[in-house]
């Protein structure tokens, strides 16, 4: 079956530590979306990226870094720089850039602080 | 700056008491109105896109409609299985496919 697939589920990290969260998908998607989530708020934008080589700043990127090597894998980055990287983290994709295809998600991964 | 306010921010239902969520938004320029579930520990699941004002879509218990300001999922007889988040989003005609989400409604049917 076609999908996304966040590892890990879940994610610990420490002081000063940079962690590394995967997303793959086999849809053959040209785009793929960062998202942070957090209790009693709305999903917000982190990175998103159109093509393979390219990808834009959302709403909320600092601390944060992502990579497009490939098309199907989209990983993000949460450096030491992110003081606030407690959230739940969404991945999603849709088949073309920009339009108003759904946007695909995965089962997200949760990062804690130790 | 684009805006989507969902309510209430809880619902808890009997078994087949029918209700209707909520979900205004601003924005220059509507490109598509998205209606998600997300289950706890998941992702969001796709529902329903809504385009233009007066486009109504069907699905089972749920029925997303769509005026110039405001879009409403009705659940009608909902089961304990209708239990979920519901996510709207709404992406602007100049956004280039990034959605602007509201916090969502937490729904609970009880037995």
């Known amino acids: 079956d076609g999908g996304i697939t966040q590892s890990p589920k879940y994610l610990f990290r420490k002081e000063g530590q940079n962690v590394t969260l995967s997303c793959e998908q086999n849809?053959?998607?040209?785009?793929m979306y960062w998202y942070r989530q957090d209790p009693g708020q709305g999903l917000r934008l982190i990175y998103y990226?159109?093509?393979?080589?390219?990808?834009q700043k959302g709403d909320i990127a600092e601390g944060y870094s992502v990579s497009r090597e490939k098309k199907e894998s989209f990983p993000l980055t949460v450096t030491s720089a992110q003081k606030n990287p407690t959230a739940f983290y969404l991945c999603?994709?849709?088949?073309?850039?920009?339009?108003?295809?759904?946007?695909?998600f995965g089962d997200g991964t949760r990062l804690s602080i130790l | 700056e684009d805006q989507v306010t969902q309510s209430p921010e809880a619902l808890r239902l009997q078994e087949g008491e029918s209700s209707s969520l909520n979900c205004s938004y601003t924005?220059?320029?509507?490109?598509?109105l998205f209606w998600y579930r997300q289950d706890p520990g998941k992702g969001p699941e796709f529902l329903f896109t809504?385009?233009?004002a007066g486009e109504e879509k069907e699905k089972e218990r749920l029925k997303a409609t769509l005026t110039k300001k405001e879009s409403f999922l009705h659940i009608t007889a909902p089961k304990p299985e209708d239990s979920a988040t519901y996510l709207c989003a709404v992406q602007a005609a100049d956004s280039w496919g990034k959605l602007q989400f509201g916090a969502g409604t937490q729904v609970v049917v009880t037995p």
């Open positions: 849809l053959n998607h040209d785009a």
């Open positions: 809504l385009y233009s």
């Open positions: 990226s159109q093509i393979v080589n390219d990808f």
């Open positions: 924005v220059s320029g509507l490109r598509g």
């Open positions: 999603a994709s849709t088949p073309g850039p920009g339009g108003d295809q759904p946007q695909h």
